[in-house]
């Protein structure tokens, strides 16, 4: 951003002389981006921020499981404890933190990272939370000189490992275009939504749309095994007909229908149930407050707000199929 600043000088006859001189505002400046900070490195972010340091950034990580500090260390990371500390070091802060009280209590504006942050620095939250944080952080960082966008991600661990997630991103055009670079050295699709929010919002319809086909998915093929098809057989024909969806041909429920998904491994995440059943209330709050319909949101949420309180809760989503397999294990 260019700003415009008035000068005054006196010439040789004592005469005082304005002019003006247009000078590139610091706290905008333009600047590339190579030191990375990156808060939260769980089974997402540790593939996103490892995905950064091979496109050759330089990466500084922080996270309250030091063993998932160490992974990235070894693969070429600067661990930094004190995320006050890492904040004030870099060109570009990414968190990606599990709800909207961890993002809230991290940026807070009595102790938070926020006052370590230099001006120009670019914030990006890959976090999936309530669309209103996002809105409510924006202005707040607008205020201290730095950019900042909402980008919640789509594609799993298989994108994030890949790097081919999908960003969803909310925030101002000049945020947006600054985080567009480094978004696609962990992914393939970066959508600019529309103002700070609208990455969570678009997020949290596909979640919602996610957990409903999961279900649709997992109810279809346990109907189908229980009247004698083989899965690999029933899979193959919805894969190639019109019930062909994500949660089939690409993480399917039924275990060994798929090599190399969660359902394959004993349902080890991924995405979680309480992940999913924490986006699903999300998606109840703000359709309570618009008034909208939430009738099938309503019972998969209830679906896996059952199998949260079970001991499928820290498992991933796709167990979900166990629900209509035999509900006497839950």
């Known amino acids: 951003m260019l700003r415009t600043v008035c000068l005054f000088m006196k010439n040789r006859s004592g005469e005082t002389t304005r002019f003006r001189e247009t000078m590139l505002s610091s706290a905008r400046a333009e600047k590339e981006i190579r030191k990375i900070g990156f808060i939260g490195l769980g089974n997402m972010g540790s593939r996103m921020s490892a995905n950064l340091i091979k496109k050759g950034y330089q990466v500084k ?13 070894k693969k070429g990371a600067e661990v930094v404890t004190d995320s006050k500390k890492l904040a004030g070091e870099v060109d570009c802060l990414i968190t990606m933190l599990p709800a909207s009280n961890h993002v809230l209590s991290l940026y807070n504006l009595d102790n938070g990272v926020i006052h370590n942050i230099r001006p120009g620095t670019l914030i990006i939250d890959c976090s999936t939370i309530d669309p ?34 999908t960003f969803m991103v909310g925030g101002e055009d000049q945020g947006a275009k600054k985080a567009e670079p480094v978004l696609l050295s962990m992914g393939k699709n970066v959508i600019h939504c529309g103002p700070a929010g609208s990455g969570q919002i678009a997020k949290n319809c596909n979640n919602l749309l996610l957990a409903i086909s999961m279900i649709g998915v997992a109810e279809a093929m346990n109907i189908g095994i229980k009247m004698g098809l083989d899965p690999s057989i029933l899979a193959k024909v919805i894969n190639i007909s019109t019930g062909r969806c994500w949660s089939s041909d690409t993480y399917n429920p039924v275990p060994g229908v798929i090599s190399g998904v969660p359902s394959s491994n004993g349902y080890k995440p991924g995405f979680t149930v309480n992940m999913i ?28 707000d059952q199998l949260s309180k079970s001991e499928h809760g820290e498992k991933d989503f796709s167990v979900v199929y166990k629900y209509f397999k035999d509900k006497s294990l839950l």
Request: with cysteine; hydrophobic share 40%; aromatic share 6%.
């Open 277 to 304: 059943t924490k986006d699903l209330n999300i998606a109840k709050r703000v359709t309570d407050k618009l008034g909208t319909p939430f009738e099938m949101g309503e019972k998969t949420l209830a679906i896996y």
């Open 61 to 73: 990580v922080n996270d309250l499981d030091s063993s998932s500090c160490a992974m990235l260390e």
């Open 132 to 165: 209103s944080v996002a809105i409510q952080l924006a202005p707040v960082f607008k205020e201290v000189g730095t950019d900042f966008v909402d980008a919640p991600v789509s594609g799993g661990i298989i994108g994030a490992e890949n790097g081919t997630l």
